[in-house]
């Protein structure tokens, strides 16, 4: 899935979906455009940047706060870490290099968890609502509002194990549209407001050949504002800076020189591909979500590769 669009309108300046099906002995390629609408991917670490609002916002997270990026054992699971060990880091090098533990630590204070390696973890179940209220500020498990029918809200976790929070932190529990992600990417890119994507731009009348006669044209609608200081969304911002340049995790997708800022993600996903009611199949997805410039948006990118 591909969508591109205006950050500060939410127009919609291209979109596109594909799906590959091996049939007959060789792959075949299908237009799956209405997925970015109908669809649900796991979001894997694009959604950190909301994750690090959640903290801000509820007292949670400071900045320029140091963590150690140490791996997290609750009894009777296995450890839950980062990519690799990144040893002391604040919150923008957290989202530069994407740390999972960082994101732990936070949903753990959320929850008004008392965390001690490998015994058990009790958390507060509303701390799922308290991501969810946020997330959907962002775009992310409501409706877009986009101009075209049959839009899902993606998928929403009903089980409330601890462990599943910190899964929620770093984008493994709930499941979100490619439409979600966009919306999403551009509330960061536009300082914090969420605009309703559209496809229809203008309407003309038809008694010319030319584009002159203009009937109307679609005005930017902002549904929210997402709750918190402006202070926090720079920060964020700053860090989605930061992911691509140099040992960022998104150095070199983007060429500098366009000034790129935004967030990868590596989802895991598992599949019942034959039907028979087992899950058999493990995939991985790679996810971008981008805008550029950083310092005045005029465009954003969502790419995802199921």
Do not use: W
Request: hydrophobic share 35%; net charge negative.
């Amino acid at each position: 899935f591909v969508v591109i669009s205006d950050p500060k309108t939410g127009e919609i300046l291209a979109m596109a979906g594909k799906q590959v099906k091996y049939e007959n002995n060789e792959y075949v390629v299908y237009d799956y455009t209405p997925g970015v609408i109908t669809s649900s991917i796991t979001p894997g670490s694009s959604v950190k940047g909301a994750s690090h609002i959640v903290g801000y916002k509820t007292g949670n997270l400071a900045i320029g706060e140091i963590r150690n990026d140490a791996c997290i054992k609750i009894a009777a699971t296995p450890q839950k870490c980062s990519f690799t060990e990144y040893g002391n880091i604040n919150d923008l090098e957290a989202l530069k290099y994407s740390s999972n533990t960082y994101q732990f630590q936070t949903a753990i204070r959320v929850g008004n968890g008392n965390y001690i390696y490998d015994a058990p973890l009790i958390i507060d179940e509303n701390a799922f609502n308290i991501y969810r209220s946020t997330f959907a500020e962002f775009g992310l498990g409501v409706k877009t509002g986009i101009d075209l029918p049959n839009e899902i809200t993606g998928y929403k976790g009903k089980n409330t194990l601890s462990g599943l929070l910190l899964d929620f932190s770093i984008g493994q529990y709930d499941n979100y549209t490619p439409i979600q992600l966009n919306q999403y990417i551009n509330t960061i890119a536009n300082g914090g407001y969420r605009v309703e994507p559209h496809i229809l731009n203008a309407v003309y009348s038809s008694t010319s050949s030319k584009l002159d006669n203009l009937i109307y044209r679609i005005s930017p609608t902002i549904l929210n504002k997402v709750d918190v200081d402006d202070i926090y969304i720079n920060r964020v911002q700053e860090g989605f800076k930061m992911v691509f340049e140099p040992y960022g995790t998104g150095y070199g997708i983007i060429d500098p020189a366009y000034k790129p800022a935004g967030k990868t993600g590596t989802a895991e996903s598992f599949l019942d591909t034959n039907g028979d009611g087992y899950v058999d199949t493990e995939t991985i997805s790679s996810i971008v979500v981008a805008y550029a410039p950083y310092d005045d948006p005029k465009v954003s990118f969502t790419v995802i590769s199921p």
